[in-house]
């Protein structure tokens, strides 16, 4: 008695199997319309491009938005306005671990600085020195204008940047340690050497020359863009700064230098990135000469399918370009990794491709010379019924766990998914009608023989009748349907071996343990910051990064505490004042705040204006009236005497940016306290240096803590960061990898039962994939491949393109009649296997060619892809067969029945004809 589940299960494969043979006889009785009609639906789409826009801005991709960083960002932002431009040069002698301050060396990083200074850079038109673009703030030691009003950070300053002062100093050594104390040298000197009694330097192997720009993102409109782009400081690092380090080689001798621009990390990484471009091109070359010789014969003419090669690629295409306009029409924004969206398509579509070309081999049943196009239109319909459904699964699964995914709170995974989404719809769309009207003409040629190519020329000779003489692969002797060689390995020599007694405990085994391993290693598995792993190798960022850790391994994230309030600051003073002893003692532990011992670790206006009250009153700062405590007696004369001491030209210059103002200018809206901390770094099992973030995280966090500890003994205070933004998505991607994973695979569970009938099949298919899933992440942690912005994604990716192998053997079991499990088995393989097996071979190895790229984007991606297709392909292969075989359910009404026998039927000899026996 059939059950209601079973009930169920046939009227939905029925309906699958009717809707798709209507569409399959229209597409094939009109395939040169079908192919107009699907280009038009592509140039509809693409009108979306109208709206089409992008986003390259990290803090709008990989950060959830409206996050407390973002709120804390900009309250800054509201008041000291945004972040400068960073560009730093670390100097060193040109003889490895040489002493640096030497006269001769010195003077000549004074040239090579006057160069960057005076240099012009030309951008639309407009002439640009580092006077025009610095920020302001800066100090020197006897001078306020020229260079000294812009923030320029180094030693030099003691000779106010000026060569003819450090020429006439006959005692430069002395002048270099009164840049401040033993602690103040430290910070900003690389391996610096002191006097064991007086504690005078001696000398050191490097110090830093680094120059700050104001941000000019706004006045280029690329916030409304969605990029970061600053043409005009861009146009200044690359024409003067990088072109004056660069020739540090010839012009400065004595120097050796690695430096960073604010332009350096976006030219590596996108340099990286078209570079391996290249390599996306010979992959799809790739795939179209796999495609060709394994669709059909390898050398053009009877059975060979180049032009289907080139179809499934078009496929792709059309797919992909009605997909990205439909999109861009949604207001969705394209980001830096929609680019692999082509290659993700490529490998769905060459598997919908593959599973087509089979079932229409499949359901001739006769020579090609003798069919006519109403022949060929019902093999058409007849094809397509039965591979639909099997199409149709694979695609509602992979539809939805890229759905699923659409939801995230990181904005890029989000965009990323959904235009993944609409793009696996398309091709499913153009799969079922571009293909296979293309398929159907293809048909015509070959049975008419005619050239590949050339298809309006007839050959003269070599046709099918020719041809019938040789059985091949695909039509034999009498012209019917024969299996290939794949095929007939999975009938005579994979399913068998699988399914004896001793294979199932093997590959039982053997899957357990590869569970195994695989959850000891996704538990270990950890988020880390993988920003350094961008940068290729080879490229002087990575020269510039080795000799930060090198001469600089306590300096880390810059950090900053904003206190509001002009009240509340000036009735705080004293407090404020002394902030460092609340900040003291926390670098070992969280929050890894830096010693505030130097000025490069602490620098705090309130503490300047209170030692230089201290010692020198207010008499060349306003003459404001002190109180018993050496402070202005009012709140009014206490913000005209900051303002006078923290002015450009006043003796706080170096505060100049470190206090907000009213617009009426009489009180104060906000002070920042720059602090730093230590360098939140570990060093990986392979010696590499990364940095940590987990240490990053907890530093974030447990500073919020810290300064909401301090309650109302402080102003109202925020921690700000540039990096705090990131931190947070470092924060949450492990729970949206997790997540999305637990999410996707429940919807998938859905999809599958809905479309595959079968609750214990569906069940089958998707612990299947949850294993393959489990054991992705596992081998992630032997390959070091961290959870980061690039693996979260590749991860999604894997739950789509797992699933395909196990539901095409899923769905193909459900449609083999019978009651020996083992028998319905061995027909699925035969069936279908050798179609997922060639549809996983051709992702590979375009996988493969993306293993050399230079680039970490693509070379994840490569090694992801990787283990999903050879994880996928033997979950789908070995194990669902098998666990099929023993608790598989009943198939479906309209299942065909097994012909002839086999090796899994008892009482067979080892010397019968395996093959299929068709009837005559």
Same mark, same amino acid.
């Given at each position: 008695?059939?059950?209601?589940?079973?009930?169920?299960?046939?009227?939905?494969?029925?309906f699958?199997t009717?809707?798709?043979?209507?569409?399959?006889?229209?597409?094939?009785?009109?395939?040169?319309?079908t192919?107009?009609?699907?280009?038009l639906?592509?140039?509809? =789409?693409?009108?979306?491009?109208?709206?089409?826009?992008?986003e390259?801005?990290?803090?709008?991709?990989?950060? !959830?938005?409206d996050?407390?960083?973002?709120?804390?960002?900009?309250?800054?932002?509201?008041?000291?306005?945004?972040s400068s431009?960073?560009?730093?040069i670390?100097?060193?002698?040109?003889?490895?671990?040489?002493?640096?301050?030497t006269?001769?060396?010195?003077?000549?990083?004074?040239?090579?600085?006057?160069?960057?200074?005076?240099?012009?850079?030309t951008?639309?038109?407009?002439?640009y020195?580092?006077?025009?673009? =610095?920020?302001? $703030?800066?100090? =020197?030691?006897s001078?306020f204008?020229?260079?000294?009003?812009?923030?320029?950070s180094?030693?030099?300053r003691?000779?106010?940047?000026?060569?003819?002062?450090?020429?006439?100093?006959?005692?430069?050594?002395?002048?270099l340690?009164?840049?401040?104390?033993?602690?103040? %040298?430290?910070?900003?000197?690389?391996? !610096?050497?002191?006097d064991?009694?007086?504690?005078?330097?001696?000398?050191? &192997?490097?110090?830093?020359?680094?120059?700050?720009?104001?941000?000019?993102?706004? *006045?280029?409109?690329?916030?409304?863009?969605?990029?970061d782009?600053?043409?005009?400081?861009?146009?200044?690092e690359?024409?003067?700064?990088?072109a004056?380090?660069? @020739?540090?080689p010839?012009?400065?001798?004595?120097?050796?230098?690695?430096y960073?621009?604010?332009?350096?990390?976006?030219? *590596?990484?996108?340099?990286?990135?078209?570079?391996?471009?290249?390599?996306? &091109?010979?992959?799809?070359?790739?795939?179209?000469?796999?495609?060709?010789?394994?669709?059909?014969?390898?050398?053009?003419?009877?059975?060979?399918?180049?032009?289907?090669?080139?179809?499934?690629?078009?496929?792709?295409?059309?797919?992909?370009?009605?997909?990205?306009?439909l999109?861009?029409?949604?207001?969705?924004?394209?980001?830096?990794?929609?680019?692999?969206?082509?290659?993700?398509?490529l490998?769905?579509?060459?598997?919908?491709?593959?599973?087509?070309?089979?079932? /229409?081999?499949?359901?001739?049943?006769?020579?090609?010379?003798?069919?006519?196009?109403?022949?060929?239109?019902?093999?058409?319909?007849?094809?397509?019924?039965?591979?639909?459904?099997?199409?149709?699964?694979?695609?509602?699964t992979?539809?939805?766990?890229?759905?699923?995914?659409?939801?995230? @709170?990181l904005?890029?995974l989000?965009? /990323?998914?959904?235009?993944?989404?609409?793009?696996?719809?398309?091709?499913?769309?153009?799969?079922?009608?571009?293909?296979?009207?293309?398929?159907?003409?293809?048909e015509?040629r070959?049975r008419?023989?005619?050239r590949?190519?050339?298809?309006?020329?007839?050959?003269?000779?070599?046709? %099918?009748?020719?041809?019938?003489?040789?059985?091949?692969?695909?039509?034999?002797?009498? $012209?019917?349907?024969?299996?290939?060689?794949?095929?007939?390995?999975?009938?005579?020599?994979?399913?068998?071996?699988i399914?004896?007694?001793?294979?199932?405990?093997?590959?039982?085994?053997?899957?357990?343990?590869?569970?195994?391993?695989? +959850?000891?290693?996704?538990?270990?598995?950890?988020?880390?910051?993988?920003?350094?792993?961008?940068?290729?190798?080879?490229?002087?960022?990575?020269?510039?990064?080795n000799?930060?850790?090198?001469?600089?391994?306590?300096?880390?994230?810059?950090?900053?505490?904003?206190?509001?309030?002009?009240?509340?600051?000036?009735?705080?003073?004293?407090?404020?004042?002394?902030?460092d002893?609340?900040?003291?003692?926390?670098?070992?532990?969280?929050?890894?705040?830096?010693?505030?011992?130097?000025?490069?670790?602490?620098r705090?206006?309130?503490?300047?204006?209170?030692?230089?009250?201290t010692?020198?009153?207010?008499?060349?700062?306003?003459?404001?009236?002190?109180?018993?405590?050496?402070?202005?007696?009012?709140?009014?004369?206490?913000?005209?005497?900051?303002?006078?001491?923290?002015?450009?030209?006043?003796?706080?210059?170096?505060?100049?940016?470190?206090?907000?103002?009213?617009?009426?200018?009489?009180?104060?809206?906000?002070?920042?306290?720059?602090?730093?901390?230590?360098?939140?770094?570990?060093?990986?099992?392979?010696?590499?240096?990364?940095d940590?973030?987990?240490?990053?995280?907890?530093?974030?966090?447990e500073?919020?803590?810290?300064?909401?500890?301090?309650?109302?003994e402080?102003?109202?205070?925020?921690?700000?960061?540039?990096?705090?933004i990131?931190?947070?998505?470092?924060?949450?991607?492990?729970?949206?990898?997790f997540?999305?994973?637990a999410l996707?695979?429940?919807?998938?569970a859905?999809i599958?039962?809905?479309?595959?009938?079968?609750?214990?099949?569906? /069940?089958?298919i998707?612990i299947n994939?949850?294993?393959c899933?489990?054991?992705?992440?596992?081998?992630?942690?032997?390959?070091?491949?961290?959870?980061?912005?690039?693996?979260?994604?590749?991860?999604?990716l894997?739950?789509?393109?797992?699933?395909?192998?196990?539901?095409? +053997?899923?769905?193909?079991?459900?449609?083999?009649?019978?009651?020996?499990?083992?028998?319905?088995?061995l027909?699925?393989?035969?069936?279908?296997?050798?179609?997922?097996?060639?549809?996983?071979?051709?992702?590979?190895?375009?996988?493969?060619?993306?293993?050399?790229?230079? @680039?970490?984007?693509?070379?994840?991606? @490569?090694? &992801?892809?990787?283990?999903?297709?050879?994880?996928g392909v033997?979950?789908g292969?070995?194990?669902?067969?098998v666990?099929?075989? %023993?608790?598989?359910?009943?198939?479906?009404?309209?299942?065909?029945?097994?012909?002839?026998?086999?090796?899994?039927?008892k009482?067979?000899?080892?010397d019968?004809?395996?093959?299929?026996?068709?009837?005559?």
């Amino acid at each position: 008695m059939t059950s209601c589940v079973e009930k169920y299960g046939n009227k939905v494969e029925s309906f699958i199997t009717r809707i798709f043979g209507q569409v399959g006889n229209y597409v094939s009785t009109k395939p040169r319309q079908t192919i107009v009609l699907s280009f038009l639906l592509t140039a509809i =789409c693409g009108a979306g491009f109208a709206r089409w826009t992008t986003e390259n801005r990290a803090e709008k991709l990989w950060v !959830p938005q409206d996050t407390i960083a973002e709120i804390e960002t900009r309250i800054y932002e509201s008041y000291f306005g945004s972040s400068s431009r960073f560009n730093t040069i670390i100097i060193q002698a040109d003889t490895a671990r040489d002493n640096v301050l030497t006269r001769e060396r010195l003077e000549a990083a004074i040239k090579m600085h006057l160069e960057i200074e005076t240099n012009k850079a030309t951008v639309e038109g407009d002439d640009y020195t580092l006077l025009d673009l =610095c920020t302001s $703030g800066g100090s =020197c030691v006897s001078r306020f204008d020229g260079v000294c009003r812009c923030l320029v950070s180094s030693i030099l300053r003691q000779w106010n940047y000026d060569l003819a002062t450090f020429q006439n100093d006959t005692d430069f050594m002395t002048t270099l340690n009164a840049y401040g104390s033993k602690e103040d %040298l430290t910070a900003v000197l690389g391996n !610096p050497v002191f006097d064991d009694d007086s504690g005078t330097l001696l000398s050191a &192997q490097a110090f830093t020359l680094s120059y700050f720009l104001d941000d000019r993102t706004a *006045e280029a409109g690329s916030d409304e863009k969605g990029t970061d782009a600053d043409p005009i400081n861009e146009g200044w690092e690359k024409d003067v700064f990088l072109a004056t380090v660069e @020739s540090v080689p010839s012009n400065f001798t004595s120097l050796s230098v690695d430096y960073l621009a604010g332009r350096s990390f976006s030219d *590596e990484f996108g340099s990286a990135i078209s570079g391996d471009l290249f390599l996306v &091109q010979v992959a799809y070359v790739v795939v179209f000469l796999f495609l060709g010789a394994n669709l059909g014969r390898i050398i053009p003419g009877p059975e060979s399918r180049w032009t289907m090669s080139l179809a499934a690629l078009f496929m792709v295409g059309l797919s992909t370009g009605a997909g990205f306009g439909l999109s861009s029409a949604f207001g969705l924004f394209f980001g830096p990794v929609h680019s692999l969206l082509p290659f993700i398509l490529l490998g769905i579509g060459v598997d919908d491709a593959f599973v087509i070309v089979n079932a /229409f081999d499949r359901e001739r049943s006769g020579s090609r010379k003798g069919e006519s196009n109403d022949d060929l239109a019902k093999r058409g319909a007849r094809a397509l019924a039965r591979a639909g459904a099997s199409i149709t699964v694979t695609s509602f699964t992979d539809l939805v766990a890229f759905a699923i995914s659409a939801s995230s @709170s990181l904005p890029a995974l989000a965009s /990323f998914c959904a235009y993944a989404s609409v793009g696996i719809v398309f091709l499913w769309i153009f799969a079922s009608t571009f293909f296979t009207a293309s398929l159907v003409l293809d048909e015509r040629r070959q049975r008419d023989n005619r050239r590949e190519c050339l298809c309006w020329l007839t050959r003269k000779k070599g046709g %099918l009748e020719e041809d019938d003489e040789n059985e091949g692969e695909g039509e034999g002797n009498d $012209g019917k349907f024969h299996e290939g060689n794949v095929s007939l390995y999975f009938r005579n020599v994979h399913a068998p071996t699988i399914l004896s007694r001793f294979g199932k405990v093997v590959v039982c085994l053997f899957f357990s343990a590869l569970l195994g391993l695989g +959850i000891w290693g996704a538990l270990n598995l950890s988020v880390e910051n993988t920003e350094r792993a961008f940068i290729p190798s080879g490229s002087y960022l990575t020269d510039y990064i080795n000799a930060a850790d090198k001469y600089y391994p306590s300096s880390g994230i810059d950090l900053d505490f904003i206190f509001e309030g002009s009240s509340s600051i000036y009735e705080k003073r004293v407090a404020l004042s002394e902030l460092d002893t609340r900040l003291s003692g926390k670098s070992s532990q969280p929050p890894y705040i830096a010693e505030p011992t130097s000025e490069r670790t602490y620098r705090n206006v309130m503490a300047g204006l209170r030692n230089y009250l201290t010692s020198q009153g207010t008499a060349a700062i306003g003459g404001a009236t002190l109180g018993a405590d050496n402070w202005p007696t009012s709140e009014s004369d206490f913000v005209s005497t900051i303002k006078a001491y923290a002015s450009i030209t006043g003796p706080g210059a170096v505060y100049f940016q470190d206090v907000s103002y009213s617009d009426d200018g009489i009180q104060i809206d906000a002070i920042r306290v720059q602090s730093s901390y230590v360098a939140l770094t570990k060093t990986k099992n392979n010696g590499y240096v990364i940095d940590d973030a987990v240490k990053q995280i907890d530093a974030m966090d447990e500073t919020r803590e810290l300064i909401s500890s301090w309650g109302d003994e402080l102003p109202t205070a925020y921690p700000y960061s540039q990096n705090f933004i990131g931190i947070e998505g470092f924060k949450i991607i492990r729970y949206e990898l997790f997540f999305n994973v637990a999410l996707a695979l429940v919807a998938v569970a859905v999809i599958v039962l809905v479309t595959v009938a079968s609750p214990v099949t569906a /069940f089958l298919i998707t612990i299947n994939v949850a294993f393959c899933i489990v054991e992705i992440l596992g081998f992630m942690y032997f390959l070091d491949i961290a959870i980061d912005s690039v693996s979260v994604i590749n991860i999604v990716l894997s739950v789509g393109l797992s699933i395909d192998y196990s539901a095409h +053997i899923g769905h193909s079991f459900m449609t083999k009649g019978g009651d020996n499990k083992d028998r319905r088995v061995l027909e699925a393989l035969s069936d279908i296997g050798a179609a997922v097996l060639s549809g996983a071979a051709t992702t590979f190895l375009a996988v493969v060619v993306l293993l050399f790229s230079s @680039s970490y984007v693509f070379a994840t991606l @490569s090694k &992801q892809f990787a283990l999903t297709v050879g994880f996928g392909v033997i979950h789908g292969l070995v194990l669902l067969p098998v666990l099929l075989s %023993l608790v598989g359910p009943k198939a479906f009404e309209t299942a065909e029945m097994p012909r002839g026998i086999s090796k899994v039927d008892k009482k067979v000899g080892d010397d019968h004809d395996l093959a299929l026996e068709h009837d005559a």
